[in-house]
């Protein structure tokens, strides 16, 4: 899952397909990947 920058919609786009990495919404080319909201906690030792 990847959210366009300009116009704020979520994108699905297999890379290994895709021909152009293009936000088919607004025709951005900039995409960025949404991070999961499951946060992992490590602990230091």
């Known amino acids: 899952m990847y959210k366009c920058v300009n116009c704020g919609k979520d994108v699905d786009i297999d890379l290994s397909k895709a021909k152009k990495?293009?936000?088919?919404?607004?025709?951005?080319r900039i995409l960025e990947k949404?991070?999961?909201t499951v946060v992992k906690k490590?602990?230091?030792r």
């Open 21 to 28: 990495i293009i936000c088919p919404y607004c025709g951005y």
């Open 34 to 36: 949404k991070r999961p």
């Open 42 to 44: 490590v602990l230091a």
